[in-house]
């Protein structure tokens, strides 16, 4: 492993722990590393960890004292969620950079599941301290749409990273034809997708004109839609309060019917990293003329 400040370099006011040629059971490797005999095992086999000598009649594992500090930063990184292949890159690094990269791609990636987690708390807390506010919602004709549009299948779980990506290619695909915006970024979601947490979604960005789609990029002309709109101020945590209030008018003036719910981002990431300012509205099929009227 390369060394470098708090890997292998001597603690703070002290002498350099001079590793001696010393040959260690696992299990006295492991009390020494505080990883399991589980564990070492695992890293020996996947080669994160390979023991310094393997008696070749009993296979039994015999570990260097010098491999100590490699195993105490393993335990950290892993401590701190690291995928093991990510680990590897760090402990075989071939210089300081390399390592360091690793390791700073990772704590952003913490700092980013820290921030959900925070938001996540945050709506929690206001689900149960706050009573729902009531919602506005209009009803409403989308006539035909033109766009451009990339679809796909996908986990549930997936849909915020596949979307952010989708609609960043069709921003390319837009820019290099010189063709221009009518709307807002939008989503299609299937029914399948939000209740079975696998199905289709389609990517979409409005535009006027005609336009040669390349790989997976098609135009695609949307029917006109009657839907009942609602409007969610904030981030992607408190979204499901919006669809709860939305769907309860809806089923109580039995006027919804099949077919992809749609957002459309008014504000998103694009436009700012505070999700507090974010506005999307939230769009559910319905037929307006079920009972004679409208609603």
């Known amino acids: 492993m390369v060394p470098g400040p708090g890997l292998d370099s001597p603690p703070t006011g002290g002498s350099r722990i001079v590793y001696m040629t010393t040959l260690l059971t696992i299990g006295t490797f492991s009390r020494m590393?505080?990883?399991?005999?589980?564990a070492l095992r695992h890293y020996h086999d996947v080669g994160l960890l390979v023991p310094?000598?393997?008696?070749?009649?009993?296979?039994?594992?015999?570990?260097?004292?010098?491999?100590?500090?490699?195993?105490?930063?393993?335990?950290?990184?892993?401590?701190?969620?690291?995928?093991?292949?990510?680990?590897r890159v760090v402990v075989q690094a071939p210089d300081v950079a390399t390592r360091n990269a690793a390791i700073i791609a990772h704590l952003r990636r913490m700092e980013r599941q820290l921030q959900q987690t925070q938001a996540t708390v945050a709506s929690?807390?206001?689900?149960?301290?706050?009573?729902?506010?009531?919602?506005?919602?209009?009803?409403?004709?989308?006539?035909?749409?033109t766009a451009l549009a990339i679809r796909d299948r996908i986990a549930?779980?997936?849909?915020?990273?596949?979307?952010?990506?989708?609609?960043?290619?069709?921003?390319?695909?837009?820019?290099?034809?010189?063709?221009?915006?009518?709307?807002?970024?939008g989503a299609l979601y299937s029914g399948e997708l939000l209740e079975d947490e696998y199905g289709e979604i389609v990517a979409l960005v409005p535009v006027a004109g005609a336009?040669?789609?390349?790989?997976?990029?098609?135009?695609?002309?949307?029917?006109?839609?009657?839907?009942?709109v609602a409007?969610?101020?904030?981030?992607?945590?408190?979204?499901?309060?919006t669809?709860?209030?939305?769907?309860?008018?809806?089923?109580?003036?039995?006027?919804?019917v099949e077919g992809p719910i749609r957002e459309d981002s008014l504000v998103g990431?694009?436009?700012?990293?505070?999700?507090?300012?974010?506005?999307?509205?939230?769009?559910?099929p319905i037929f307006l003329t079920a009972s004679g009227d409208r609603p």
């Open 52 to 87: 310094a000598a393997i008696d070749p009649e009993s296979g039994y594992r015999r570990y260097d004292a010098s491999q100590v500090p490699t195993a105490q930063v393993i335990r950290r990184l892993r401590d701190l969620g690291m995928p093991l292949e990510e680990v």
């Open 124 to 145: 929690l807390r206001n689900l149960i301290e706050q009573p729902p506010s009531p919602i506005a919602v209009e009803f409403r004709v989308v006539g035909t749409t």
């Open 243 to 256: 669809y709860a209030a939305l769907g309860t008018v809806v089923a109580e003036r039995a006027i919804g």
């Open 33 to 38: 590393t505080f990883l399991s005999v589980k």
């Open 156 to 185: 549930a779980d997936d849909i915020l990273r596949w979307r952010t990506a989708a609609w960043l290619e069709l921003w390319s695909a837009l820019q290099s034809a010189g063709m221009r915006r009518t709307g807002p970024d």
């Open 211 to 228: 336009v040669l789609p390349g790989g997976r990029i098609e135009r695609v002309v949307l029917p006109a839609v009657e839907y009942s």
């Open 269 to 284: 990431e694009f436009d700012t990293p505070d999700e507090g300012r974010h506005v999307t509205e939230v769009c559910w």
């Open 231 to 241: 409007v969610h101020r904030g981030p992607f945590d408190g979204l499901d309060q």
